[in-house]
Structure formats: C-alpha cells, structure tokens
C-alpha cells in the first residue's frame, strides 16, 4: 500500500493588522498541537519518504515542530497547496505517485475536502479536519490518484 498523509497546520494566532494571511504564527496551543501530532505519527512509525508543505508560516511551523521528532524527510514547499481546490491537491500528490509515504502540510477546506474526495469520490461529503488533525490514506500500489480509490485507514486529532 502507498499512503497519502494529510496534515492540516495546527492552531494559528489571528492575523494582526496589516498582516498577511500567510505570515500567520502558530499560537502557543497550536505548538502543543504540533507535537502531539508528531508523537502520534511517531508511535505509528508514520514517518514519511517526502513532505510537500505549503508555504504559510503556520504550515511551515506545524512541519518544523513534527520533523523535529520525526527526523529530517526530503521536503518541499508547494505554493499550490495554499487555499487550493480538491483537484489541485490530487493533481499534486498524482506528481509524486512513485513516493511511498507522502506528508501533505496544508489548509483546510482542501484537505478536508480532498480527503473526501479520495474517501469516498465525493469532495463535499466530508466532516472536517481540525487544526493539528491528521488524516491517512491507503492506495493499493499500483492505483491511480483519483476519487474514491483510497482507503481511510486512520484520523487523528489533538
């Protein structure tokens, strides 16, 4: 099995004024969060082969907290993952289709609404991913990325 690992960035702080929704920090919950994320894919030996992150700074803090139990994985940053569709998000992960375990660090509503979509085949069938929350998907080895080829075989939050 191949496995899609979705995790939405933990607890931001609000923007400030004149700040940009991208330069939003992780509060102090959403560190706490971060780890508790980390420890979970840990005691799950979920370590990834290869993360793609988006670049807001809440994302890249999320990825730098759990790396830093995990240990280093090949990382990029994806400015497509940023307040991206559904099929944005599965034609970026179909990119990446040779990789045995992908980390996608995203937002919602893409990664609850991509989680659905490869769930079920329906991207507006779905219930949520909360901040810090962790979704795993399986696909059989030699199975496309597309709608309702995946297997959720674990959902986590903090």
């Known amino acids: 099995m191949?496995?899609?690992?979705?995790?939405?960035?933990?607890?931001?702080?609000?923007?400030?004024?004149?700040?940009?929704?991208?330069?939003?920090?992780?509060?102090?919950?959403?560190?706490?969060?971060?780890?508790?994320?980390?420890?979970?894919?840990?005691?799950?030996?979920?370590?990834?082969?290869?993360?793609?992150?988006?670049p807001a700074r809440r994302t890249r803090e999320t990825l730098e907290t759990v790396l830093a139990t995990l240990g280093y994985v090949d990382q990029r940053l994806e400015l497509a993952i940023y307040d991206a569709t559904p099929g944005t998000l599965a034609a970026l992960v179909d990119t990446h289709r040779d990789v045995d375990r992908?980390?996608?660090?995203?937002?919602?509503?893409?990664?609850?609404?991509?989680?659905?979509?490869?769930?079920?085949?329906?991207?507006?069938?779905?219930?949520?991913?909360?901040?810090g929350g962790i979704a795993v998907l399986e696909f059989a080895t030699e199975t496309a990325i597309e709608p309702g080829a995946a297997t959720l075989s674990a959902f986590w939050w903090p």
């Open 102 to 131: 992908l980390l996608l660090v995203g937002h919602n509503p893409g990664l609850e609404r991509l989680a659905a979509l490869l769930h079920s085949g329906q991207s507006g069938d779905y219930r949520g991913i909360p901040p």
């Open 2 to 54: 191949r496995e899609l690992i979705l995790l939405r960035h933990a607890h931001a702080e609000p923007a400030a004024p004149d700040q940009s929704d991208l330069d939003r920090p992780l509060s102090a919950d959403g560190h706490a969060e971060a780890e508790a994320a980390a420890r979970w894919l840990q005691q799950r030996k979920l370590v990834p082969d290869c993360v793609l992150c988006s």
